[in-house]
DNA sequence: GGATTTCATTGGGATGTCCAACGATTACCG
DNA sequence: CGGTAATCGTTGGACATCCCAATGAAATCC
C-alpha cells in the first residue's frame, strides 16, 4: 500500500519566476554588497550617498521621498556617512526646518570607485551570459519593472 | 558660471542589472506575500510548510539544513504553524531527540490554496510579457541562477 | 562505556523595516 | 493678521531576520 503521493509544494514554488528573481537578485545584491564593502559602504549607504550627489544641496525630507527609505533610518545613515566625511549638512537659509545635505569632494571620490567596483561585480553577475543575451535580460526586466 | 557637473551616481546605480534585477524581485515577493496572506500565512510560513509537505515526516534539522533557516527562527516558525492547526511535531519513536513533523490534511488544504495564489501572483508580475519572452526571462534567469 | 556529536530549544546581539510621537518651523486660510 | 494645519529632522519603540553561543537530552563513535 503506497502512501498518499505528497504534495510537491516546496518544489512547486520554487519554480515560480518570483522566487528565480528572488534568487538572482539576492546573488546580486552579495555580490555588489561585497564589491562596496571595499570601500568601507552598505548597500544603503551607498544608496543615499549616490542620492545626495546626484540632487545636490538636498533636504532629508527629499531623499525619504525619492529613495522610499524611513526617515528614522536615514538620520542614521546620514551620521554615518556624514562622520567618514563623505557628505555635510547644513541648515538651508530658506527653510530653517530643512537641512541641505552635500557630498563632499571625498564622498564624490568614493562614490566613483563605488561605481566601478558595482559595475565589475555586476560583470561577475551577469558572466554566463553573452552581451546579445545581457540586453535581452535587461530589456524583459525593464519592462516587468517600468509596468 | 556653471556648477561642476555633478556625478550622476544614483541614476548609474539604478542602471545596473543588480539594482534592476532586485526592484522586480522585491516586486515579486511583495505581489506574492499580499496572495499569500489571505490564508494567513507569511512567505517565511509558507516556506517552512511547503518544505514540510514535501519532505514528508521530517526532522527540524532537516528543515534547517534544507532551508537553510535558522534554528531559532525555525522553532517560532513551527508553533505558529503547529497552533494553526497545519502541521504537528510528534517524537521520533526511532530517535527520540528528534521531532517528526508532518503536515496535516488541513496544511494541505492551505498550501494547495497557497500555490494557486502565488501562481495568479507570478501572472500579474509577468503580465507585460507574452509566453514567449516569458520562456526566454526564465531561460535567462535560470543559467544566472545555477551557476 | 566514556568522549563526541546531534537534536530541539532558549537566550542575546546586531541589523533592517516600519509606525508613532515630539518640538521647531513654515504654510494655509478664514 | 492669527490660529490651525502641515512639514521638517529627530527620537523611541515594535518586530522580523540573521548570527553565534549554550543548554539538557539522546544517539553515535571508538
New interface residues.
Partial sequence: MT?PE????????QS???W??????????S??AAAVAEEGLKLPH??V???V????PVAQADLVRRLSIDAKDLVGLLNHLESAGLLVRAPDPRDRRKNAVT?TPQG?HT??R??EL??R??ED?????DDT??G???A??????Q?
Same sequence: chains 1, 2.
Fill in positions: 502512501p505528497p504534495f510537491r509544494a516546496l518544489e512547486h514554488i515560480l519566476p518570483s528565480l528573481v528572488g534568487r538572482v537578485a539576492a546573488h546580486g545584491r555580490l555588489v551607498l544608496a550617498l549616490a542620492a550627489s546626484e540632487y545636490g557630498v564624490t562614490l566613483r563605488c561605481a558595482a559595475e561585480a555586476n553577475l551577469l558572466s554566463p551570459l543575451e545581457r535581452q535580460l535587461i524583459l526586466l525593464t519592462r516587468l519593472h509596468t
